[in-house]
Nanobody, 121 residues
């Protein structure tokens, strides 16, 4: 069993930055692929970024490339999402997810409760 708890969401002005954290618990979670997804009001959940457990292979949605950075600290069982140059269209509930398979596997098996990110114009 894997438990994921997100933190770091909030309200920020356009152009600002936020760092989301996801604390994971579970015996083998450090060997899991970790990802961030988001869901805006009235829209489907979408992929944001993912990172593999080994050698830190990453993947990003085109909409966030160059602005967001995903990273992980396996010693702390924590994954981060650094979000810079935020735009109002980044407003959404952000979810952390984990899966023992490839970062490109869908759907991820384990999910957090989500954290709200609101970007004002």
């Amino acid at each position: 069993q894997v438990t994921l708890v997100e933190s770091g969401g909030g309200l920020v002005q356009a152009g600002g930055s936020l760092r989301l954290s996801c604390a994971a618990s579970g015996r083998t979670v450090r060997t899991y692929s970790m990802g961030w997804f988001r869901q805006a009001p009235g829209k489907e959940r979408e992929f944001v970024a993912a990172i593999s457990w080994m050698v830190g292979i990453t993947n990003y949605a085109d909409s966030v490339k160059g602005r967001f950075t995903i990273s992980r600290d396996n010693a702390k069982n924590t994954v981060y999402l650094q979000m810079n140059s935020l735009k109002p269209e980044d407003t959404a509930v952000y979810y952390c997810a984990a899966d023992p398979r490839s970062i490109n596997w869908r759907p991820y098996e384990y999910w957090g409760q989500g954290t709200q990110v609101t970007v004002s114009a």
